[in-house]
């Protein structure tokens, strides 16, 4: 169902970050995420000194509250950790929305998004720029919202695409196929006209991704605040990923033992990520995304 297209994918996986995002906004349960987990690695003889900073984030979504200055080490066997990479601990997004905020007054957007998607391997996915929002005004699923999706070259209505029940509450979906190409750089926003009154959010697009041919690196030209990397095998297990609740800077060194699950085509998923939980005139979350996926046959 191509409504649900950010809802529900398979493979690599996103929306809602199959990594980032979860771990500042764990109930938003619209990832894929690896298909099954590796095997735990045997327990290192001593307990390692975890890498990166200690400081508690207070700053607003998006700004590094202290820079590590050590280079993360990998825990022995451990797939998830980056040799050379720095990162920043991402901020507290306040407030952070609950599953039940769908059923407040005013403006709730589940989520709103605008996410580029390109699938560089063998197998058919759905590549370009789409818009999508699930929202409920005053609690209730409006079928009649006025939404405007706009950024570089595009300003365009987002239709109402059905309802969706999530968390006991019933959410009104709106999703667009956006006929442009995604300027990474570019300002991106979201216009909801309700008869509540209009919410309304922008952000910069992130992203502008090269990843390595060989598997190896990956790399963007525009930060998000909320970007990560991860490599699945031939069997569908995980074999490297960023660490949950980082933000990556670019670029990400990617180790050979990610590799090394068996012969087969491996896929090397970099998701570059801005977030925010600022809606003018309402509540919710909202998101701009690059992402690209690679087939790497090893």
Known sequence: MRVLFH????????????????AVMATLQISCGS??????????????????????????????????????????GSPTATPTSTFYSLP???????PTDGAAPGVYWYYGNVVNFTYDGATTFYNGLTCQVVLTVNGAAESTC????SGPGVTMPVANSGTIGLYGVTYAIYSADLPVTYQPGGS??????????????????????TLASDGSQAS?????NGDHVLVQSPL?????????GYDMLSPVAIPPSAYQDGPGTYTLLATIMNR????????????????LDKDLAK
């Open 236 to 244: 569908y297990n995980t074999t490297f990923r960023t660490p949950i």
């Open 35 to 76: 298909k099954s987990s590796p095997a735990a690695p045997a327990a290192p003889t001593a307990t390692p000194t975890p890498p990166g900073p200690t400081a508690t984030p207070t700053v607003s979504p998006g700004t590094p509250t202290s820079t590590p200055t050590n280079t993360p080490t990998s825990t022995p």
């Open 92 to 98: 507290t997004l306040s407030p952070t929305p609950t």
């Open 276 to 291: 925010s939980y600022s809606i003018t005139g309402g509540s919710g979350f909202f998101y701009v995304s690059d992402e």
């Open 188 to 209: 991106y926003s979201l216009l909801t006209a309700t008869s509540a009154g209009t919410a309304a959010a922008t952000l910069t697009g992130p992203g502008g991704i």
């Open 146 to 149: 006025g939404v405007t999706v």
């Open 7 to 22: 809802l529900f994918r398979s493979k690599s996986g996103f929306i809602l970050p199959a990594l980032g995002l979860l």
């Open 220 to 224: 963007w030209a525009h930060e998000g």
